[in-house]
């Protein structure tokens, strides 16, 4: 059994993808981010870097005690090499699909992470002057999604001929577009690609979830918004936690 630490944001979504895609068993533990659960003594053990998702198979292919991993893609790679299916194992295959991977990880997820973060600040006049932080951040974004259309140019997907973990892990991203006001039709192949992803039953499954874990905004009092705005804004260093003796 997958048991996943998930809350439904972008980085959450590559693994329901991929695990629906699969199907295969799997339990989700919901990890409030916005309530700050990942700052949790027992999450800190599987995931240090107090963000999600983290994974923890319970029956792992050796026979031993259970497999925890953090960080989304090294999760799909495991999950994906275990059973078999969506990473080629040959060379050329592999590594076809493990560069989109690793982009996704260093460039699409971190720099559309802080084009939302400073548009997000920018809406409050309290933090200043933020035109250079939004003219890099849309720039970026929009030079991302030019680095899928070159990469799909004449492709049906990332890795090549085969649907793989590298079109799941991008996706989730790539489908923000929208709010993001990107126009598509400057990037075709991404256009054509999204449309392939979308019509996909378990992706149209695993992007859907998330509103069952929702929060009443009206049921969190201005004590526990002041609590989480401290414990969220401007992270520095996480002690090493005393319940861990």
Request: aromatic letters at 10%; hydrophobic letters at 40%; one cysteine or more.
């Amino acid at each position: 059994m997958y048991e996943l630490y998930f809350w439904p944001t972008p980085n959450g979504k590559k693994v329901t993808i991929l695990l629906e895609e699969l199907g295969v068993p799997y339990r989700i533990t919901p990890l409030n981010i916005g309530r700050g659960d990942q700052f949790e003594p027992n999450y800190l053990k599987i995931a240090p870097n107090n963000r999600m998702p983290a994974l923890t198979d319970t029956a792992p292919s050796d026979g031993g005690a259970p497999i925890s991993i953090f960080e989304s893609a090294a999760i799909m790679m495991y999950v994906a090499e275990k059973e078999g299916r969506f990473f080629p194992q040959d060379a050329r295959g592999k590594y076809a699909v493990t560069q989109w991977l690793m982009w996704q990880m260093a460039n699409q997820g971190p720099k559309m992470g802080e084009h939302g973060h400073f548009r997000r600040a920018a809406e409050n006049p309290k933090n200043g002057g933020l035109a250079y932080a939004l003219k890099r951040f849309d720039d970026e974004v929009h030079r991302i999604y030019g680095v899928l259309n070159l990469g799909l140019h004449k492709k049906a997907w990332l890795g090549g001929d085969d649907y793989s973990i590298a079109d799941m892990c991008c996706y989730p991203w790539a489908a923000t577009g929208k709010s993001r006001q990107m126009d598509l039709s400057e990037f075709p192949n991404v256009g054509r690609w999204m449309e392939a992803m979308e019509a996909r039953p378990a992706v149209q499954k695993a992007m859907a979830a998330g509103p069952e874990y929702a929060e009443d905004p009206a049921a969190i009092s201005e004590a526990e918004r002041e609590r989480r705005a401290k414990l969220l804004t401007n992270q520095r260093a996480t002690p090493i936690p005393a319940a861990w003796g």
